[in-house]
């Protein structure tokens, strides 16, 4: 089973630029890598996708090293209202979301 | 910008009481999800379904659970005899291609007694 394993916490200040890795072991051929955004009492939010290299949009950058064991998401500048839990799911070809425990990042003024 | 909505937001029921949780995903999407998430746990995969069929459970989903699209727009999830351990957040989800971004909405919290 894919299993995705990320540091529990992290703390940064207003401004600066954060970036949270997260292991994937076990990650099939045909799986996606995949960011997820959760608020307290909220449904997670889609943040980014990637399957390899990088990938960027409009707020974050995804970094795929070629073995794709591991994955590190990018928050440039960050804000208070960052301040959330951040999950990397697997996304399986079937559709299924496998996720982690996730990291709560701190975002401190 | 078109969203998941669920309802209840939040239910209360005694323990063997049938609940029916209630989506409405985005009108154009294809594939429909559920998951829940127990109160400071991972967020969790129930079900997929796609094409008027399931696609995939989880060995969570056991023969308690069902869910149905009785019409265009509705995605239930009916659990028929609720046990304690069934207390959660449930959310449902839903995508328009079964690759990429998922939208799930605010959630319903199931609060057996």
């Known amino acids: 089973l894919a299993k995705t394993t990320q540091p529990i916490s992290m703390d940064s200040y207003e401004g600066q630029e954060v970036n949270i890795t997260c292991s994937h072991n076990?990650?099939?051929?045909?799986?996606?890598i995949t960011w997820y955004q959760q608020f307290p009492s909220q449904g997670p939010r889609f943040i980014i996708q990637g399957y390899k290299t990088k990938v960027t949009n409009e707020v974050a950058s995804l970094f795929i090293p070629a073995d794709r064991k591991s994955s590190t998401l990018s928050l440039p500048r960050v804000s208070l209202s960052d301040t959330a839990v951040y999950y990397c799911p697997t996304l399986r070809d079937t559709g299924k979301l496998i996720f982690g425990q996730g990291t709560t990042l701190q975002v401190k003024p | 910008e078109p969203e998941v909505t669920q309802t209840p937001s939040h239910q209360v029921t005694q323990m063997g009481q049938e609940v029916i949780l209630r989506c409405v995903p985005i009108?154009?999407?294809?594939?429909f999800y559920w998951y829940r998430q127990i109160l400071g746990q991972k967020v969790e995969f129930l079900v997929s379904?796609?094409?008027?069929?399931?696609?995939?459970k989880s060995e969570i989903f056991d023969d308690q659970f069902s869910v149905e699209r009785p019409d265009g727009s509705n995605f239930t999830l009916k659990i028929r005899s609720t046990k304690l351990e069934d207390s959660a957040m449930y959310f449902c989800?839903?995508?328009?291609?079964?690759?990429?971004?998922?939208?799930f909405g605010p959630g319903t919290r199931l609060t057996v007694t």
């Open positions: 989800a839903s995508g328009n291609t079964r690759a990429y971004e998922q939208y």
């Open positions: 076990n990650i099939a051929t045909n799986d996606y």
């Open positions: 009108s154009n999407h294809l594939y």
């Open positions: 379904f796609y094409n008027n069929e399931i696609s995939e």
